[in-house]
């Protein structure tokens, strides 16, 4: 053998090297995709927030009201528009703020129901300012759907109003039935996780109020359609509507009470809150660019309802986002304060002190 033969290569570390040289590459796009998944999933929660979140962050609170203004924009762009607006291009501008307003509206539900059931529980909530909510838009949901839908209610609204055009859209009626459906699952919550235990249980003067209206909302129509008339349909209408607005004013003050007591708001949603605030800014807006479109005031002073509900939403919700944010911001980080500061829980923890002291003394003696 001669001693200047160069040695063979072999051709496996080739193979190694070029199986190598795939492997990173292969690598390189799964952590690509798996990236790609995962910006995507986080901007998909971010959008989702409203439902999906309860840690309320700015930036998941900034993308989760874009995305709703966004689709109520989408939504009021492809919904009839209101014909008695004088100028076209603002109709889709009303229609967009409109059912903006429906969407964020509507979607403030859902945090909340969404967040009873993942606790199993309603403590932290209100019984008063459901039962309240329920009553009241069911008298709103009877207000929009007679305005937007009753011939004879509409003649006579024109005939009081010198022929003002009706501000009441189908956004605002479509959001009335909406948020009568969910109020009512809300307050059947309470009763189902948590029945009447003593944070649940209404005061009987709610009860009253909500019977007595109940009575007379049902009472006013058999009598004027068996022919004993006490005034019209309109004003029948404005009732309720000042109902609703007696609702709004009041049903707030038993939750920003409860949260006082317990020092925290825990277990009441904020996300309700802040779609509730942006909902009431765009209520109020479109009511006034409306009356200012048809250069007719009227259009505020015949529906206050919908102006009196979006002003009392957004001072209760500037309350209620100054109790979470900065008087119990400590306390809401606190993982056990629902079952600390809860009245029926501390009563229950006091009671339990009180025997083993009992039982340490019987001990004793």
């Known amino acids: 053998m001669s001693t200047h033969e ?22 390189q796009e799964e952590n690509a995709g798996n990236v790609f998944r995962h910006r995507c999933g986080r901007w998909l929660e971010m959008m989702l927030s409203p439902v999906t979140d309860h840690q309320d962050s700015l ?24 014909e008695s607006l ?4 603002y109709r889709i501008i009303s229609s967009m ?7 964020a509206w509507g979607v403030s539900f859902y945090p909340q129901v969404i967040n009873n059931f993942k606790r199993r529980t309603t403590l932290g909530l209100s019984a008063d300012f459901c039962g309240l909510n329920v009553l009241g838009f069911a008298c709103y949901a009877i207000y929009n759907l007679s305005l937007f839908y009753s011939a004879e209610v509409q003649k006579e609204y024109r005939e009081q109003h010198n022929d003002a055009p009706i501000t009441v859209q189908s956004n605002d009626v479509a959001f009335a039935v909406h948020s009568f459906v969910l109020a009512s699952i809300t307050f059947l919550q ?19 109020f909500i019977a007595v209206v109940s009575v007379l909302a049902v009472a006013y129509p058999l009598l004027q359609l068996a022919g004993m008339k ?5 004003q029948y209408l404005y009732m309720l509507s000042f109902v609703k607005i007696i609702v709004t004013l009041t049903k707030y003050i038993p939750q ?32 006034v660019f409306d009356s200012m479109d048809m250069k007719d005031w009227a259009g505020i002073t015949g529906n206050p309802a919908k102006l009196y509900l979006g002003v009392i939403s957004i001072l ?26 809860d009245p029926l829980t501390t009563g229950n923890y006091h009671a339990t002190i009180s025997e083993n002291v009992e039982e340490a003394e019987d001990e004793c003696e």
């Open 6 to 27: 160069t040695p063979t290569t072999s051709s496996t570390p080739l193979l190694v090297d070029e199986e190598g040289g795939r492997e990173p590459r292969q690598r």
């Open 59 to 82: 930036p998941t609170i900034f993308f989760g009201l874009l995305f709703v203004t966004v689709c109520g924009s989408l939504l009021g762009f492809l919904m009839p528009k209101n």
């Open 86 to 89: 004088p100028t076209p291009f």
């Open 97 to 103: 703020i409109g059912y903006t307003c429906f969407v």
């Open 190 to 208: 309470i009763a189902y996780f948590d029945g009447l235990r003593s944070q649940q249980r209404p005061f009987r003067i709610i009860l009253c």
């Open 230 to 234: 006490f005034g019209t349909w309109l």
């Open 256 to 287: 920003v009470i409860l949260n006082f007591r317990r020092k925290s708001t825990v277990g009441f949603s904020i996300w309700q809150i802040l779609l509730d605030l942006n909902g009431g800014v765009l209520n109020d807006l479109q009511l």
């Open 316 to 341: 209760f919700d500037i309350i209620f986002i100054v109790q979470h944010y900065w008087l119990y911001r400590n306390t809401n980080d606190t993982a056990d304060l629902d079952e600390i500061m």
